[in-house]
């Protein structure tokens, strides 16, 4: 788990690389370092959850996806980021968090329907 969510931080610095032209890394890093919280805690929580038991009930996987999303997002990462550079949490910040798992769910949902059928 933790080599795939290491991998999705590299794969973004590497695009970083890629696409600047004065690559810098500690701007870099410092952009995508949370997500690796994100992504280590979004998938923990995943299989703690036991999620792939509601197989046949894809509302109760949007719903708990949604959840496990939020608090991955908003705890882990927020967290995260507010440790390390002092990042501000906001009311909007979270608002737009909330907003973006409830799409992030309902996009999963609509692929995991049309593989299933």
């Given at each position: 788990?933790?080599?795939?969510?290491?991998?999705v931080?590299?794969f973004?610095?590497?695009?970083?690389?890629?696409?600047q032209?004065?690559?810098?890394?500690?701007?870099?890093?410092?952009?995508h370092f949370?997500?690796?919280?994100?992504?280590?805690?979004?998938?923990?929580?995943?299989?703690?959850?036991?999620?792939?038991?509601?197989?046949n009930?894809?509302?109760?996987?949007?719903?708990?996806?949604?959840?496990?999303?939020?608090?991955?997002?908003?705890?882990?990462?927020?967290?995260?980021?507010?440790?390390?550079?002092?990042?501000?949490?906001?009311?909007?910040?979270?608002?737009?968090?909330i907003?973006?798992?409830?799409?992030?769910?309902?996009?999963?949902?609509?692929?995991?329907n049309?593989?299933?059928?």
């Amino acid at each position: 788990m933790a080599k795939f969510n290491i991998s999705v931080v590299g794969f973004r610095i590497l695009i970083d690389v890629i696409t600047q032209n004065n690559f810098d890394w500690t701007p870099s890093f410092q952009a995508h370092f949370s997500s690796f919280f994100f992504y280590f805690t979004f998938s923990c929580i995943f299989y703690v959850a036991k999620v792939n038991r509601f197989y046949n009930r894809p509302l109760i996987i949007g719903l708990i996806g949604i959840t496990i999303e939020i608090l991955s997002e908003n705890l882990v990462e927020l967290i995260a980021q507010y440790i390390v550079l002092g990042t501000t949490i906001t009311l909007a910040t979270l608002n737009g968090m909330i907003i973006i798992a409830i799409s992030h769910s309902i996009i999963v949902l609509s692929f995991f329907n049309m593989t299933t059928n």
